[in-house]
């Protein structure tokens, strides 16, 4: 078994094309445990009942935004370990520095290209294959 | 003369978006094979219009590759400015214009184009109240985002294939390895 397959990752964005998307490329990357959340709050529900490895979440999303689910995964015992990637369409300094503070390993600006997805995923766990 | 028509205009460019909630803005833009999606939330009264083409690749939402991510992002960006302004998701309603086959080499990027803002839509629940697209001729576009009208005109001659030419300067897909952001 791979690292990408042994890797759950949780998506969560509000829009269903972008989940789509990202579902895509993870695949593409490898990754076969692939679950997805349309905002923060989905998300959290998710993690506190079967906590995964990775959350790749968009920034801008309805009830709970990224750095809202950021904060609650890294307060919840069972789900601060996980690895945390914020995706934002407007990415701002601001935003970077906040994600940083609360424990964000990564953020990148969409659109991302499959390429920077993989390079910010392996910063985190090493190489993929 | 009506209200509508004396009020203030806003131009919206090539890979731009803009969200307004005046009564007395309107929108305007210029359209070749480009697509211009407008959206607004009639409840909250805000509306906006985005502008863009992709190359040919970008066929479907899901269709993956960085033309799609492209086209994603800047539906993604007028939508955000919506809700930034109070509009709801449930309740945006969306009229799409342009992807005119304007220039024979064009192949049918344009009908792409239309193709992809229609999927898109779809794919996201939003309705589409209104669609003009396809045909040979550029369009000059007006939406009024608060009332969600919109007009349009067909552009023929020399003057104004010169002004679409002018609106659709190279494709303005980013080079990705510099829209990200990596600090740690």
Avoid at chain 1, 36 to 42: L, S, V, W
Avoid at chain 2, 131 to 157: I, N
Avoid at chain 2, 163 to 174: E, F, G, K, L, T
Wanted: glycine share 10%; with cysteine; hydrophobic share 45%.
């Amino acid at each position: 078994m791979s690292l990408a397959e042994k890797i759950k990752v949780l998506i969560v964005d509000d829009q269903v094309t972008s989940r789509l998307l990202l579902g895509d490329a993870l695949q593409q990357l490898g990754f076969k445990q692939i679950t997805a959340a349309g905002d923060g709050e989905q998300g959290m529900k998710i993690m506190a009942q079967n906590p995964h490895h990775l959350v790749i979440s968009d920034f801008n999303m309805p009830k709970m935004d990224g750095l809202g689910l950021l904060q609650a995964v890294r307060s919840n015992p069972a789900t601060k370990k996980a690895a945390f990637i914020i995706l934002t369409a407007q990415g701002d300094r601001a935003l970077v520095q906040k994600a940083a503070a609360l424990g964000a390993n990564n953020v990148l600006a969409k659109p991302f290209t499959i390429e920077k997805m993989k390079a910010a995923i392996e910063a985190v766990f090493g190489a993929l294959k | 003369m009506s209200m509508e028509a004396a009020g203030k205009r806003v131009h919206v460019i090539q890979g731009e978006f803009k969200v307004v909630n005046d009564p007395n803005i309107v929108l305007s833009t210029i359209l070749g094979s480009c697509v211009a999606a407008c959206m607004r939330d009639p409840v909250a009264g805000v509306g906006g219009m985005n502008h863009f083409l992709l190359p040919g690749s970008a066929t479907s939402p899901s269709s993956g590759g960085d033309a799609t991510r492209y086209g994603v992002h800047l539906m993604e960006l007028l939508i955000n400015g919506l809700l930034k302004q109070g509009a709801r998701r449930d309740r945006l309603e969306a009229k799409i214009f342009g992807g005119a086959r304007t220039i024979a080499r064009f192949s049918n990027v344009g009908e792409q184009n239309a193709a992809f803002a229609r999927q898109f839509l779809m794919d996201e629940g939003i309705r589409i109240v209104g669609e003009s697209t396809g045909g040979e001729h550029g369009r000059k576009l007006e939406y009024w985002p608060f009332s969600g009208r919109a007009r349009q005109y067909a552009l023929t001659g020399v003057e104004a294939q010169r002004a679409i030419q002018m609106d659709q300067r190279p494709a303005p897909v980013p080079k990705p390895a510099e829209s990200s952001i990596e600090f740690f």
